[in-house]
Every structure is written in C-alpha cells, then in structure tokens.
C-alpha cells in the first residue's frame, strides 16, 4: 500500500487520525519487507498482527502465512479492513483493544508469530503481556519507539537496563534489529523506530512456580534505581536470608540493581523463592 493509496483512503473516508492510539502508519514496502522476513514466516505459522491500521503490513503476512489474527482498536480503520481483505479466507479481524484482550482472553500462543507495527503507547504492556503467558508466543518482531527497544536490548549496567529488559529476556532473546526512518510512517512520528526480533528461549530460566518471585524482586530492585538494592528488597524479606543469598551468589550488599545481569536475578531468584519467611 504506498503513501498516496493510504492518503485517498484517509480522505476519501474523511478518517482524522487520532495521536493518542499511536497511529502512524508503514508504508515503504522495503521496511514491510524486511519485517515480513524476519519473521521467517510459512505456511503453516499462525500470525497476531496488533494495530494493522490501514493493513499494509496485513497483506504481506496474508500471503505468508496460513493464519493473521488482526487486533484494531479503531472502529473506522475496521471498516476499511474488512472492506479491503474481504476476500481473504485467512484472516480473523477483531475490533478490540488489544491490551484488554489479551488480559481477559488467555489462550495458547506458544505457536503463534506476533508481527506488528506496535502502537507506540502501549507496546510495553502488550509486550510484558504476551512475554509473560504461560504459552507465550514463538517469535515476536515488533515496531518500536527506538527507546523501548533499546531497552528491550540492553545488557547489564547499560543506560537502558531496567524492568523491561528483564521481564522479556528472561523468556525471549534479541536475535535482530534494525532502524526504520521518520518518513517510512504516515504520519512521521517526532521520535525513531526500530524493528526488534525477540526469539523465544529454547529452555525456560526459572521454573513457573518462581515467576512471580522473579517480577517482585526486578520491580522492588529498580523501584528506585540509585539505592542499594538490598535495602529495597527487605521490604519483602528477611534480612538474614537476603543476606545469605547475596553472599551465596558474591553480590555485594552495596550494589545497586542496573549491575546485576538476567542471569545473576535468575539465581537470586531461586535462592530467595526457597526460603519460606518472606515478609510479605
């Protein structure tokens, strides 16, 4: 779909954008391409597209895949869905808000490809989302705001490090990325883009069970980034058996949380998910 097809679309349905749902359109097929491709797409895979928008994106993965499952949350940009694709026996359109769907319907992702131009205001939840579902999707290549991408990157001790980056790593690894320019969007947003392939790990780094310790030990650590976080965490254990576990694990009780890597919060994890006093 080029710039001008989407432009006489837009005016033609006397259709406002609205910045607030983060609509801002891909149009240059070379970048549709390479998303379509990271996504190693066949056909046999299963695709979730959130925010199709005006579909440009929708009819490359149509082709690909056996499978789209489109979530628009614009009731106006549905219509044009349904009017465009009409035809197309693989694709399941839903007028929802994608956020809400995800938390009210569960259901097994676990060989599903999630393949979206994000809507930048809410790709983090969506993200956190579909990373913590106990059947959570294969593969995820997303759009992004450069920042939360970077973030979703990040190593230990980079600027970027922080909740984020570890409620998705400790499930998906960054395998690609690349950078998209302003005026690949109709509208160009006022900030960069990147695509982000996320690969869902082969074996899980914590056992179901220690899921929930794992997400109040990251969000309690980095609840404040310039303090200790061994002071942080005593809100919800035991001194001594913090204490314990650092020393088990050759943590320093003056470090703060940005300088312990997925692995080192993995094995906190566990350390602490074994002892039965907890706090709270």
């Known amino acids: 779909m080029k710039l001008s097809e989407m432009r006489e679309v837009l005016t033609r349905r006397d259709i406002q954008l609205t910045k607030s749902l983060g609509q801002n359109f891909l149009h240059d097929a070379n970048q549709l391409q390479k998303i379509v491709e990271a996504a190693e797409l066949s056909k046999a895979d299963k695709v979730l597209e959130i925010g199709p928008g005006l579909g ?156 929930a310790a794992f997400v109040k030990i990251v969000k309690r650590a980095f609840s404040q980034r310039r303090k200790m976080m061994l002071k942080l965490l005593k809100q919800d254990w035991a001194a001594d058996k913090l204490a314990a576990a650092f020393a088990e694990l050759s943590i320093s009780p003056q470090e703060r949380a940005e300088k312990l890597s997925l692995e080192q919060f993995t094995k906190l994890t566990t350390a602490l998910h074994k002892t039965k006093d907890k706090l709270c």
Not at 90 to 116: G, I, M, Q, T
Not at 150 to 171: K, N
Not at 178 to 184: E, G, S, W
Not at 185 to 204: K, Y
Request: charged residues 30%.
């Open 56 to 211: 440009p994106l929708t009819e490359l993965l149509l082709e690909k895949a056996a499978e789209v499952l489109a979530i628009e949350m614009d009731r106006r940009l549905v219509e044009v869905l349904r009017e465009r694709f009409t035809s197309a026996k693989n694709l399941n359109l839903l007028h929802a808000d994608a956020l809400e769907f995800l938390r009210r319907e569960p259901r097994n992702w676990s060989d599903w490809k999630l393949v979206a131009n994000l809507p930048y205001s809410v790709a983090s939840p969506i993200l956190v989302e579909l990373a913590q579902s106990p059947r959570r999707p294969e593969r995820m290549v997303t759009t992004l705001q450069l920042e939360v991408a970077q973030r979703l990157m990040a190593q230990a001790d980079d600027d970027d490090y922080g909740v984020l980056t570890l409620l998705v790593q400790l499930d998906y690894e960054p395998r690609a990325s690349f950078k998209i320019p302003a005026d690949c969007f109709f509208p160009a947003p006022n900030v960069d883009s990147m695509c982000v392939v996320l690969q869902r790990r082969a074996r899980p780094l914590l056992a179901d069970g220690q899921r």
